[in-house]
């Protein structure tokens, strides 16, 4: 950790210079002898990234930012936050701590935080930001988080850990290839904490989790405007039966669908016919995730038009619905719609042959903030578009 990166100048420069081209700055050379150009390089670029995922850094004075890649894998304040607050206790073990952004909103809620780092600057950095952001019961340790864990005599609320995969080939991936290892580990982390959080990339499928996972009793699919950011498993000692799963959706206002795994019902009853006037809703993805397809539309009293399309018909409308609502002002088929004039909206494409892209440019459609088209298909009606207005964003 560079300290002279911290004085006045430096960061007077970096603030004035935020918006320039990083790679220029980089190449040239540094107006500071002792802050090399790539340096001041990174904490632009940095900085920059951390404005809409980590304000509170971002508006700080004096915060000293990690190479970019650890900005990038860290996580949001959002989710940072949501995490906090499944862990209210008097303490947690945070076994991968990083840049120290969980770690910072876990000390809001728990009295004793202690933040495990195998990088020493990593860790020095964390332990430096943390004392700018005014929290002062987070314990900072350099180290391997499971060695100290190991080392530990103490037995502590909650352990959490966030493995980094090794590989990056391909799309699946198991938990026994991160790192740390948590299958390998985990009666070591419930021997120390009567719950262990571990974050792991959606990518995870759930069912691949819980073959490799013990003890699993919630399974949290966090999302944020409707991109899923996180899976959070909550491994609890002692713990036997069906895992809970939980999709949250962080936007302007949160909300939840909850269920016992296996509680997904057989095929919903399909709507044959589609009328103006009626609401289509669009599951958040983090619904999706979970796969409860049929059991959404039956806590809300929807009805599908297609077995394979997530779409959801109703005469009502369901404020607390996760996801997307339109209201249907008009039905085209696929051959009407070729006879239509200045067509208006945002394209969406849900089991439709062509894409998006495509399809604005074929039938000259000019975008707009309220007014959609949904180009879909109905299992009596063939391939469809719905002209549409939102009445519910994400």
């Not at 340790?141 to 005599?153: H, K, T, V, W, Y």
């Not at 039966?241 to 999709?247: D, E, F, Q, S």
């Not at 619904?287 to 018909?313: D, M, V």
């Amino acid at each position: 950790m560079n300290k002279h990166i911290v004085t006045e100048e430096v960061q007077a420069y970096i603030q004035e210079h935020l918006h320039d081209d990083v790679h220029k700055i980089a190449m040239a050379k540094s107006p500071f002898p002792e802050v090399t150009g790539k340096e001041l390089a990174n904490q632009i670029a940095a900085r920059k990234k951390s404005a809409r995922k980590l304000p509170t850094w971002f508006n700080t004075l004096l915060i000293y930012f990690p190479p970019l890649i650890s900005v990038e894998q860290c996580s949001s304040e959002i989710t940072a936050a949501y995490k906090a607050g499944l862990t209210k206790g008097q303490s947690i073990v945070d076994l991968t701590g990083g840049f120290g952004v969980d770690s910072h909103y876990f000390s809001k809620v728990n009295l004793t935080v202690v933040h495990c780092e195998i990088s020493e600057e990593l860790s020095a950095i964390a332990r430096y930001n943390d004392s700018l952001l005014g929290q002062d019961n987070t314990n900072f340790i350099s180290g391997d988080g499971i060695a100290f864990l190991r080392n530990s005599e103490l037995e502590y609320d909650f352990v959490y850990i966030d493995p980094a995969r090794r590989s990056t080939s391909g799309k699946v991936f198991m938990l026994k290839d991160c790192t740390p290892n948590v299958v390998e580990h985990l009666d070591l982390l419930l021997s120390k904490a009567k719950r262990v959080l571990i974050k792991t990339a959606p990518l995870l499928d759930l069912s691949a989790g819980l073959k490799e996972l013990d003890h699993v009793a919630e399974i949290h699919i966090v999302s944020v405007k409707n991109e899923c950011k996180e899976l959070i498993w909550i491994v609890e000692r002692g713990f036997k039966g069906l895992p809970r799963i939980v999709c949250t959706t962080l936007n302007a206002e949160e909300k939840q669908f909850s269920f016992l795994m296996g509680e997904e019902i057989p095929a919903t009853h399909l709507q044959l016919h589609i009328e103006e006037g009626q609401y289509l809703y669009e599951p958040d993805v983090a619904i999706l995730k979970s796969g409860a397809f049929n059991l959404i539309a039956e806590r809300y009293e929807l009805q599908k038009f297609h077995a394979q399309t997530q779409l959801y018909l109703s005469s009502a409308i369901h404020p607390d619905f996760p996801g997307r609502i339109f209201k249907i002002q008009q039905v085209l088929s696929a051959g009407a719609i070729k006879k239509e004039k200045s067509l208006v909206g945002n394209v969406i494409v849900r089991n439709y042959p062509d894409k998006a892209a495509a399809l604005v440019e074929k039938y000259q459609i000019k975008p707009d903030d309220t007014q959609f088209m949904i180009f879909t298909q109905s299992k009596t009606e063939g391939k469809i578009i719905l002209k549409s207005t939102i009445i519910q964003h994400y």
